[in-house]
């Protein structure tokens, strides 16, 4: 069983875009289940790959995590077919820093003005420096995960907190 341990930050600045790749575009659509219930089902296209992933519960940092690649077309067409408007456009920068590569979404569509930075980590009790350009951390926050983004956007939060 594959486990996914992260940690997610709203950005304090744009310092990070000095040290960053040029990014790769995504689209990401999740299956419809019942937050908080369901495993989150989501596929995703990510330049010219594709990948269909199943996520467990959070339990803490940690939940289990499996991810298969599927072909473009498959990916389009679960897009279209079982994703509806629960979809979710950004690009990806990978971001080292100090021995660690930070994970740096800028968001798209009905999530435009949202940033973030996430960091896998290979245990929960890993040590890590935190980068100047990080902010607050949002990982317990479920507003912040991509699947409650695709529900509830960022454009429709009442109250947004600044990146």
Do not use: H
């Not at 790769?24 to 019942?34: D, L, P």
């Not at 940033?115 to 902010?135: I, K, M, N, R, Y």
């Amino acid at each position: 069983m594959g486990v996914e341990i992260e940690r997610k930050y709203l950005l304090a600045s744009d310092a990070w875009r000095e040290f960053s790749d040029d990014g790769i575009r995504m689209v990401q659509g999740y299956f419809a289940g019942v937050p908080g219930e369901s495993p989150t089902v989501r596929v995703r296209i990510a330049g010219e790959r594709a990948f269909l992933t199943v996520k467990g519960r959070p339990e803490g940092f940690a939940r289990s995590e499996f991810e298969y690649t599927v072909p473009v077309a498959d990916a389009e067409a679960m897009l279209r077919e079982f994703c509806g408007d629960r979809v979710v456009e950004k690009c990806r920068y990978l971001v080292a820093f100090q021995g660690f590569v930070w994970e740096v979404d800028e968001y798209f569509g009905r999530n435009a003005g949202l940033f973030t930075a996430e960091l896998e980590l290979d245990s929960v009790d890993t040590a890590f420096p935190l980068p100047p350009w990080v902010g607050r951390e949002v990982t317990g926050d479920p507003r912040y995960t991509n699947g409650a983004l695709s529900r509830k956007p960022f454009s429709e939060w009442e109250e947004r907190d600044s990146n």
